[in-house]
């Protein structure tokens, strides 16, 4: 049966009703929707070294000093000291006699050497500072800082001592042949011996390490030094030189006419000391690491006439008369 007139009119129309609806949400998505906003331009990568920020790294200097003090870069020749001169690991610093010498690290560490000290750079950055007592006596100054940490370590030369801290004072003497003492003013000091025992010397006490043993259990600071000299008996010397001896504290210093005198791992000392003819003033001071000392003093004369004897007979003859 054929199709009715009005349903072949309606065919055409339905089917482009159906494009319509199908080609609607493709005019939306063309000519009606927004334009997107561009997305930005990609920045271009950091370098690694920009991206992490470097920490400024501290420097030991030769702050300041008096006197005859040298420098030696690592095996090089001893050059003068100059102020503000940069220390690196392997630099040595000595003063000589009656001399001093300050060696800063930043703001943390503050290193004062005094005389006749001799004292070499190990190690140095943020975090740690670490330098050799070779001989001598050192103090040092510790300062803590807010969300900063730095340790310090001075380690005696010859010895197995090793004194650190993060923050306080102490002093440490080295006779150079590895006794040392360490005496605390200001915070805690681990003191370290032979096989690694250690003690905590806190302030206002010392501790004692001798070559071969452990710190000795720490004590109050002495207000005063021992000092004991064997002094000549005679009145007068017939010779231009003394042997000066003694005995003190294990770990002082000795002076003897502004001369430092080594001490055993005992305190006993020797010196044979230069006279000159006449009156002369011989002076011993031992000093030790609280800052304390003693003096002793003797007034020695030296008299190197010729002594002329005679036999009687060579004055009054052999029969005891008149001279010829």
């Given at each position: 049966m054929a199709a009715s007139p009005t349903r072949k009119r309606q065919?055409?129309?339905?089917?482009?009703?159906?494009?319509?609806?199908?080609?609607?949400?493709?005019?939306?998505?063309?000519?009606?929707?927004?334009?997107?906003?561009?997305l930005p331009p990609t920045a271009p990568p950091r370098a690694t070294t920009a991206a992490v920020e470097q920490k400024k790294a501290v420097e030991m200097v030769l702050s300041s000093f008096d006197g005859t003090?040298?420098?030696?870069?690592?095996?090089?020749?001893?050059e003068p000291a100059q102020k503000n001169m940069p220390l690196r690991p392997t630099d040595v610093v000595r003063t000589g006699r009656g001399s001093w010498a300050v060696l800063l690290n930043g703001?943390?560490?503050?290193?004062?050497?005094?005389?006749?000290?001799?004292i070499s750079v190990e190690e140095i950055s943020n975090e740690l500072s670490k330098v050799m007592l070779a001989s001598g006596l050192a103090t040092a100054t510790v300062r803590g800082r807010p969300n900063v940490r730095h340790t310090f370590i001075l380690k005696a030369k010859n010895g197995d001592a090793e004194a650190s801290t993060s923050q306080g004072t102490f002093t440490m003497s080295n006779n150079g042949a590895g006794t040392v003492s360490v005496g605390t003013r200001e915070g805690d000091v681990k003191l370290t011996g032979k096989e690694g025992k250690y003690v905590i010397v806190r302030a206002g006490q010392r501790s004692i390490?001798?070559?071969?043993?452990?710190?000795?259990?720490?004590?109050?600071?002495?207000?005063?030094?021992?000092?004991?000299?064997?002094?000549?008996?005679?009145?007068?010397?017939?010779q231009r030189e003394v042997t000066v001896v003694g005995h003190t504290d294990p770990g002082s210093r000795v002076i003897v006419d502004d001369v430092i005198v080594p001490t055993?791992?005992?305190?006993?000392?020797?010196?044979?000391?230069?006279?000159?003819?006449?009156?002369?003033?011989?002076?011993?001071?031992?000093?030790?690491?609280?800052?304390?000392h003693l003096d002793s003093q003797r007034e020695l004369v030296v008299d190197t006439t010729p002594v002329i004897k005679f036999r009687p007979e060579e004055i009054w003859g052999p029969d005891g008369g008149t001279p010829p």
């Open positions: 065919a055409p129309f339905l089917v482009g009703l159906v494009l319509i609806l199908a080609a609607l949400p493709v005019g939306w998505f063309v000519f009606l929707r927004e334009t997107p906003a561009p003090v040298e420098v030696r870069h690592g095996e090089g020749a001893w703001e943390s560490v503050e290193l004062r050497m005094e005389p006749d000290s001799e390490v001798r070559p071969g043993h452990a710190p000795t259990e720490p004590d109050p600071i002495p207000s005063t030094v021992f000092l004991k000299m064997e002094w000549p008996k005679a009145k007068k010397l017939r055993d791992a005992d305190g006993g000392f020797t010196l044979n000391v230069p006279l000159n003819e006449g009156s002369n003033t011989v002076q011993v001071r031992a000093v030790g690491v609280g800052g304390a």
